[in-house]
């Protein structure tokens, strides 16, 4: 399994060496003539050379063998992994998925590479911005093989199922209701330890950060000492039979092959790094007095756009926290949105509606479309004794919020043939209390 032991605090300088080699790492410099232990040094970069010092991130690693050493990539088949969004026409309605199926191992092994399907998303990854929202299903450990994005960042969503992820860097357990994030150009390799389910939202062009405070302060929210980054982990493993690297690469998947395992990082230094964080840890923000403060106040990390305030993509987590506003509706408003609100279901009930969203399920209510309470929520909510309560407990839905309008892929809307074609019925039991005699 992995190691226990983790560095904690998000975007710090780093500085870690596996310790069966004390002192690989060098020493006043990043690229001496002659490494330590004849090791090779190799600069892993995640931002423009000349990006301000708070957004430049690099990592140098010092290895084995450097990561050139390979025969040349060539295509390998995709599966439903895509950005084509013009398979199918544009679907405006609310859209709901029941949970995705999980094949049976004897009869279909998928790993996490052949098992991500693209559920929806936006832009273009040469063009350096957009998203995609993808499904990950799989039931058996990546053997010798490893992936890289190009394209973009990571955010994992296990939702079933425990992922031991070998990275560069090292070693991450992360099990659900704890997210990690892989960003562009790391590789790392999954193990599963039977039927596994989750969510990933991926971004181009722009890195995770922890969303600005303002008037909250100096504290709250995710809290940068809560992220934990992996410590150095190697191996010197031959592979005679050949170990896969596989690349996303605008879009594709390209697969070179070379004879040694690429988990030979000994050390390395920097500020570039995969990192996981436990949403337990997450400290909630509320009202108490009376109406709703906006969501937004429930943001875990953020990847800015261009444009002031607002987020090419959020993550955004529902978690266990006390109902005590007085003379409110308590439960979710009903909203028109000009973002795009993509939401999964790691376990428990979400509070608007207890059936039909589920646990490994989703749903998407796109740009404008409106949405809100199912008619049992809104009656139940409209006449209850407020007294303060616990809200979502023993639950944990989260939310990936982009300012883009997204596209559904054929998979998502045929293929997996997961679609609640009933979804809006919820709504269709809401009646009108209007009375202008009655105020």
């Not at 050139?68 to 609310?94: A, I, M, R, S, Y």
């Not at 450990?141 to 070998?166: A, E, H, W």
């Not at 950060?209 to 100096?218: C, M, N, Q, R, T």
């Not at 408003?333 to 490994?360: D, T, V, W």
């Amino acid at each position: 399994m992995a190691q226990n032991v983790y560095m904690s605090g998000f975007g710090n300088e780093h500085v870690s060496e596996d310790p069966r080699c004390p002192g690989a790492l060098p020493e006043g410099q990043n690229n001496p003539q002659v490494c330590p232990y004849g090791l090779y040094a190799e600069q892993l970069s995640g931002s423009a050379f000349t990006c301000p010092r708070p957004t430049n991130k690099r990592s140098w690693l010092y290895r084995i063998l450097p990561s050139v050493c390979h025969k040349p990539f060539k295509p390998l088949e995709e599966g439903h992994l895509t950005h084509n969004w013009d398979e199918v026409e544009p679907d405006p309605n609310q859209l709901r998925w029941k949970p995705f199926e999980i094949p049976k191992a004897p009869w279909s092994k998928l790993d996490f590479v052949s098992g991500l399907h693209t559920l929806c998303g936006a832009g273009e990854p040469r063009g350096r911005n957009g998203i995609a929202v993808h499904i990950f299903v799989c039931n058996t450990s990546m053997i010798n093989r490893c992936l890289y994005n190009s394209d973009g960042d990571f955010l994992i969503v296990p939702q079933q199922g425990k992922l031991l992820i070998t990275t560069e860097f090292g070693k991450m357990l992360v099990e659900p209701n704890e997210i990690c994030v892989i960003q562009q150009g790391m590789r790392f390799s999954v193990e599963v330890f039977g039927e596994t389910r989750g969510y990933i939202l991926e971004v181009y062009g722009a890195h995770f950060e922890l969303p600005d405070l303002g008037p909250i302060g100096a504290n709250g929210l995710a809290n940068p000492r809560d992220f934990l980054v992996p410590v150095a982990w190697y191996e010197d493993r031959q592979v005679p039979g050949g170990y896969t690297v596989i690349s996303k690469y605008q879009g594709k998947l390209f697969a070179a092959q070379q004879d040694f395992s690429p988990f030979n990082v000994v050390a390395w230094h920097g500020n570039y790094t995969p990192y996981k964080y436990h949403l337990e840890k997450f400290m909630v923000i509320n009202s108490v007095a009376f109406d709703h403060a906006d969501p937004s106040i429930f943001t875990v990390l953020t990847a800015k756009s261009t444009r002031p305030g607002v987020a090419v993509a959020d993550f955004v987590i529902f978690p266990p926290r006390w109902g005590v506003a007085d003379n409110t509706f308590r439960p979710p408003y009903y909203h028109r949105n000009c973002m795009s609100e993509f939401m999964g279901l790691i376990k428990g009930h979400y509070e608007a509606k207890e059936e039909g969203f589920q646990p490994g399920g989703a749903s998407l209510h796109s740009m404008m479309t409106p949405h809100g309470p199912d008619a049992d929520c809104f009656e139940k909510a409209s006449k209850a004794k407020l007294e303060p309560e616990r809200v979502a407990e023993g639950t944990m839905a989260f939310m990936f919020e982009s300012s883009l309008s997204l596209a559904v892929t054929k998979w998502g809307l045929q293929t997996s043939n997961q679609l609640d074609k009933n979804y809006y019925k919820c709504w269709e039991p809401l009646k009108s209390h209007f009375n202008p005699n009655c105020k």
